[in-house]
């Protein structure tokens, strides 16, 4: 093989990589299902094709979705001027599910492939760990000098409140409409944080 016959082949691989990841994103922006077929169908290549650059559909999704979230400083910044962590707590769970709506196929998906195979877990983004612990970074040093137990569990609470399962069960299980699913995690967001900050003028 010629040097030039390697360098060709080389960009035709890129090409084929970029071409999948762009099928991804689109799909993953339209809100539709995503599958690997479908990513593979409208990349104009074969569902094998598409698992020879791409082992699973969560590696896949995770990198499509690399850099569409803001970082949570960036998400916050509406409330960035706040110090109520009740406030705070509310924005960013009501910003993580409407953006987990927006994008409700991808992350049905992500949620879907990772119950299936828990090893793939970590090719999620977890957002929801960044913007809970931004939130509540006004009573950190508060939580971390009176109770820092108290302050672990309270974000264990939030990463259940504060995600798309919480989102999921909702709409599917519940019944409830999509604004009405957003409302109920919010105000559940909010009780748990008002809470636990109310343990820390008890102990004043």
């Not at 479908?38 to 791409?54: G, H, N």
């Not at 960013?92 to 793939?120: D, H, K, N, S, Y």
Request: net charge neutral; aromatic share 4%; hydrophobic share 50%.
């Amino acid at each position: 093989m010629t040097a030039q016959a390697g360098t060709g082949r080389s960009n035709q691989k890129k090409r084929t990589r970029a071409a999948i990841l762009v099928a991804a994103r689109d799909l993953v922006g339209s809100g539709r299902e995503v599958t690997m077929p479908e990513i593979a169908r409208a990349a104009l290549v074969s569902e094998a094709t598409a698992y020879r650059y791409f082992p699973d559909l969560p590696s896949l999704i995770g990198e499509a979705l690399a850099g569409a979230w803001p970082e949570p400083a960036d998400a916050l910044r509406p409330v960035a001027g706040s110090d109520d962590p009740v406030e705070r707590v509310a924005f960013a769970c009501e910003f993580l599910l409407r953006g987990t709506l927006a994008r409700q196929g991808a992350v049905r998906a992500m949620i879907a492939a990772t119950v299936i195979r828990p090893e793939t877990a970590a090719a999620r983004p977890g957002i929801r760990f960044g913007l809970i612990d931004h939130a509540l970074a006004p009573v950190r040093a508060a939580f971390l000098a009176a109770d820092p137990e108290r302050l672990a569990q309270l974000e264990r609470d939030l990463a259940v409140a504060v995600s798309a399962e919480a989102l999921f069960c909702l709409t599917d299980l519940c019944g409830l409409a999509p604004e009405e699913a957003v409302a109920s995690a919010v105000r559940t967001a909010s009780t748990l944080t008002a809470a636990a900050v109310r343990t820390l003028t008890d102990r004043d």
